[in-house]
């Protein structure tokens, strides 16, 4: 198959394609320590993760110490989580080949609600993480208004510009508290190159403004939890024109939230997931324990199929797109104005509706895209509850062009016929399980050997 992306050196970002890498929160919320991200970061080469890609590891909210440093008013560690400091974890993290990311808020406070955010500190902490060789900031977007404020609102809509603008947007906005740690990012990029996660769920059309840098990444959508609807809300969000058009090599990339393989989900429900992350050129984020876990693990088997991450990686960059059986535009217009952190919706106003989060298709759906080099990826998925039947025409629903393709799956890592386009349609004999799906890549004939 093809090349997967090259290794580089600490100093430098994945930036041919979306960002894969490896996130502390869903693996060990808001608790993980110095000794649980050198055993994950061991995990990640011993398992063959970091040859497949997977770079970034991420520690997520609460390493902080409640007070910056005094003196110089840098962060500071909390010393009974990570008694070293930052500085010699980030070292052992590059010297596995690794690049390292740390978690911050676009506030004075963190979604801790009273650890230190960059609001109004973003040169100075753009510096201190070139001094302790960070790769990644999350920038999250809790507590926009006030630090230890129990009565002021964790995201503080304001309800006019969001009407008029036709999303969300807080009071400050996004784009006011974001641009700042933007720019201190670009002003040390000569010295070190860090990219940048703006964490905020799609709102204030982040599109419009974050798309600068094919190093930079953008959530398109609420925080995902580990039950199917959740995972198909956020996919649902994905698929739509704001993000299709902005995301790319070149500007930066939409993102879907972390992965929830190696969770509750079901197997099928897990490489579902994982395959339309990929399609979708979501940076590729995994969240499960790693440790302990051999290669031949279920989840790391998923998160391991070259295929699917040569797709991801694919330098055309075009996200894939729903073409058959999709969720309706009227619901994805609703998309990033829903709040299920946890699984649970949060109450922003009477005017949204009843259920969180929107049903969606139920249908079997057919999603594609064009990759490099004349080939396309199709990803065929049953969202219903029950067995169903596929039957779908390679030219009119799965928008293949005209010509004759070999068909390769890529869960048996094999060619397994040839498709004419617009003569065949795809039918087996028999139904795709639920929540089950197809993964195909068909290139020009004479790629691969029959």
């Known amino acids: 198959m093809l090349a997967l992306t090259v290794i ?21 919320g808001v608790d993980a320590t110095d000794g649980q991200v050198r055993d994950t970061a061991d995990a990640m080469v011993n398992l063959g993760l970091a040859s497949l890609g997977y770079r970034f590891v991420l520690i997520d909210d ?8 005094p003196e110089t008013g840098k962060l500071v560690a909390n010393p009974s989580k990570f008694p070293h400091g930052i500085k010699p974890l980030a070292d052992y993290v590059h010297s596995k080949g690794l690049l390292f990311g740390l978690y911050s808020n676009a506030a004075e406070v963190t979604c801790s609600g009273s650890l230190p955010g960059h609001l109004g500190n973003e040169a100075l902490d753009a510096e201190t993480f070139v001094e302790w060789g960070v790769d990644y900031l999350k920038s999250d977007n809790c507590y926009p208004q006030g630090v230890d404020n129990t009565n002021v609102d964790k995201y503080t809509i304001a309800w006019a510009k969001s009407l008029w603008d036709g999303g969300v947007v807080q009071s400050p906005s996004e784009r006011e508290r974001y641009l700042p740690m933007v720019a201190a990012i670009e002003a040390v990029r000569p010295r070190r190159n860090i990219t940048l996660e703006l964490c905020l769920y799609g709102w204030d059309h982040v599109e419009k403004w974050a798309s600068t840098t094919g190093d930079h990444l953008w959530r398109a959508t609420q925080d995902i939890a580990d039950n199917w609807p959740s995972v198909t809300y956020n996919l649902d969000c994905l698929d739509t024109d704001r993000f299709y058009d902005t995301s790319g090599p070149s500007k930066g990339w939409a993102y879907g939230d972390a992965l929830q393989v190696g969770h509750s989900l079901s197997t099928s429900e897990q490489r579902s997931h994982f395959a339309l992350w990929a399609a979708t050129k979501s940076p590729l984020f995994l969240g499960f324990d790693l440790r302990g876990r051999a290669k031949n693990d279920s989840s790391v088997v998923t998160v391991s199929n070259r295929d699917l991450i040569a797709v991801n990686q694919d330098l055309n960059g075009k996200p894939a797109r729903c073409v058959m059986g999709c969720t309706s535009k009227t619901t994805k217009v609703l998309c990033a104005e829903w709040w299920g952190g946890g699984g649970q919706r949060r109450e922003l106003s009477a005017r949204e509706p009843s259920l969180w989060p929107p049903r969606g298709s139920t249908k079997v759906e057919v999603w594609t895209a064009a990759l490099s080099g004349g080939a396309h990826v199709v990803i065929v998925v049953n969202r219903a509850d029950g067995d169903e039947v596929v039957k779908f025409d390679w030219s009119t629903d799965a928008m293949i062009p005209a010509g004759c393709f070999a068909l390769y799956d890529m869960w048996a890592h094999a060619v397994v016929g040839n498709v004419t386009s617009p003569l065949d349609e795809y039918a087996p004999s028999a139904k795709l399980a639920s929540h089950a799906h197809l993964a195909f890549r068909l290139d020009p004939v004479g790629l691969y050997p029959r």
Do not use: E
């Not at 609460?62 to 007070?67: A, G, I, P, T």
């Open 8 to 28: 580089l050196p600490a100093t430098s970002s994945i930036v041919s394609g979306p960002q894969l890498g490896w996130g502390s929160y869903n693996a060990f």
């Open 62 to 69: 609460q390493w902080q110490s409640k007070d910056r440093d």
